[in-house]
């Protein structure tokens, strides 16, 4: 299994950089493309969706995207974009958490279908428009989510349960704990204050998300950086509660060793257009 990992980890990485170093955005847009198609198709067997609807599910988002890009709706402001997203993932994703797993079978087949894919496209949308703003911009996003995640599985590993006497969500992911989660906001403020201060240091000619936000305020960097720590969370959550839905491990065999393309994004699917809310707003 560690061989596995370190092999798909090694591939992804040597098909992800390239493409995000390379002076224009298309080819990172293209592997972003495939990644959220590969999504959508597990996104349809997740709903119980057969083999050839998952796949028609899977082209339609490639389609879907494509079309945007080709009405150049990258170029545009998105910003109401942004903002309904945010809402309705801060929204939709309480109710959620708050009906937990039983609840999930009784939202319509329809709307988690196309609430799925819309989720999918905006971080498309998300994902390839910040890349457009700098690379610089993109990495102080994606490393949020990252260290976030770090930070909170050695907190929890650590601390679990040593101030608090339940788990966060222990009918949908029994191993996070509230000490994880307050060790992955810890971890995203020392990020933004020390990324501040190197943007600041090399004189970066692309500002990233955190310096966006301190120019406005320190108080907006401090609480936008622990909301989006917040919301990664509940990315993540919201996944691990359709997956015990649905009775699956992981969203696919996609990636050995990493599960499906939805186990790895899971947390970007809220945090990446929440990111572009608060940075344009």
Not at 38 to 43: G, K, L, N, R, S
Not at 127 to 138: D, E, W, Y
Not at 217 to 246: H, N, P
Request: charged share 10%.
């Amino acid at each position: 299994m560690l061989k596995q990992r370190i092999i798909t980890a090694i591939v992804l990485l040597a098909i992800l950089l390239p493409a995000l170093f390379y002076p224009s955005h298309v080819p990172f847009a293209c592997v972003m493309l495939a990644l959220i198609g590969a999504a959508a198709w597990e996104w349809g067997r997740l709903n119980d969706y057969g083999p050839r609807m998952s796949l028609f599910l899977g082209a339609e988002m490639v389609l879907l995207c494509a079309l945007s890009w080709w009405l150049g709706l990258l170029q545009g402001s998105l910003l109401g974009v942004w903002i309904a997203a945010s809402a309705a993932w801060v929204l939709g994703g309480a109710a959620l958490l708050r009906v937990a797993v039983p609840g999930w079978p009784r939202v319509p087949k329809g709307l988690r279908l196309v609430g799925g894919l819309l989720a999918l496209w905006v971080a498309w949308l998300a994902a390839v428009q910040a890349r457009m703003v700098g690379i610089n911009f993109l990495l102080s996003i994606l490393v949020l989510v990252w260290v976030a995640d770090v930070f909170a599985y050695f907190t929890g590993r650590a601390f679990g349960l040593k101030f608090t006497r339940s788990k966060l969500a222990p009918t949908i992911s029994p191993g996070k704990s509230w000490e994880g989660v307050w060790g992955g906001m810890a971890g995203v403020l020392v990020l933004a204050l020390a990324w501040v201060w190197g943007d600041a240091a090399a004189q970066s000619r692309v500002a990233s998300l955190y310096s966006l936000l301190a120019e406005r305020g320190w108080w907006l960097l401090l609480l936008g950086v622990v909301f989006l720590a917040a919301m990664s969370v509940v990315g993540d959550l919201v996944e691990s509660l359709i997956k015990r839905s649905a009775g699956a491990k992981d969203s696919s065999a996609l990636l050995p060793g990493h599960g499906g393309v939805l186990d790895r994004i899971d947390a970007l699917l809220p945090t990446l257009p929440i990111a572009m809310m608060l940075a344009f707003l």
